[in-house]
């Protein structure tokens, strides 16, 4: 029958399609056992290590399929086993390196400790990516990427589109914005007339990380001349009147 064949011919296809995986993330990885000494190195890494993260996937480009990995994840410190650990079917691979000494890291001022943990990431990926034969302009575009985070000096400012938003007047936007930096993401606020002129500042939290920000900035709409940002379980965070 029709449905026999359409099932026989396209289903695999679709299914296939379905499968691919784009590279959205890459995430270092402070490896070992966990202990009390490792937590409190981990508070101290994440500073460095999520800001450059942070701006490195910012600059990933859309659709970028870098041999099937949704994501990779780069464990420093001694490891056993073998160095790759190729995705399941959730496209998260690991891969494993031996050459990060916290202590040495320490030492480093804070902009080398930035381009250490690029290096860590770009190199990690460099190498998979040979492994796994992705082409020369997929690697290549890893190099562009690099350049970009060093370009910004580890430092960048974007707005945050679904909470930044004209009134219905179109006379005043609401916008929210995201300031990468060591330490965390600090979101500010501000009311904007159409000349570009601020109405209105203020700083609403400081040293986030990616995930609360996504939490607490879920959704952001007027009432009348009302601006409400609420969280992701729809509790307001942030509201002002414009016309007071």
Not at 66 to 71: E, H, I, Q, R, S
Not at 163 to 189: C, E, M, P, Q, V
Request: charged fraction near 25%; glycine fraction near 6%.
């Amino acid at each position: 029958s029709f449905l026999n064949i359409l099932a026989n011919n396209f289903l695999p296809i679709i299914r296939a399609l379905g499968n691919l995986m784009i590279l959205r993330d890459v995430q270092l990885v402070n490896g070992g056992k966990s202990s009390k000494e490792k937590l409190e190195q981990n508070k101290y890494l994440m500073n460095y290590w999520n800001l450059v993260e942070d701006i490195f996937c910012i600059y990933l480009p859309d659709k970028f399929d870098f041999a099937g990995l949704a994501k990779l994840n780069v464990y420093l410190g001694r490891y056993s086993g073998e160095d790759y650990i190729p995705p399941r079917s959730d496209g998260i691979a690991a891969y494993k390196r031996d050459d990060f000494i916290f202590d040495d890291f320490c030492e480093l001022s804070d902009h080398s400790k930035c381009v250490k943990s690029l290096y860590y990431l770009t190199d990690s990926l460099k190498i998979i990516g040979n492994r796994l034969n992705v082409p020369f302009e997929i690697l290549n575009t890893i190099d562009l990427i690099a350049e970009k985070v060093l370009g910004c000096d580890f430092q960048l400012e974007r707005i945050h589109k679904k909470t930044s938003k004209w009134n219905k007047s179109r006379n005043i936007r609401a916008t929210t914005t995201l300031t990468y930096k060591i330490g965390g993401i600090d979101i500010n606020f501000a009311l904007i007339d159409k000349s570009g002129s601020v109405l209105y500042s203020k700083q609403l939290f400081s040293n986030q990380f990616r995930d609360s920000t996504w939490f607490i900035l879920f959704h952001g709409a007027w009432r009348d001349s009302i601006f409400t940002i609420t969280n992701r379980v729809e509790k307001p965070i942030f509201s002002i009147d414009s016309s007071e």
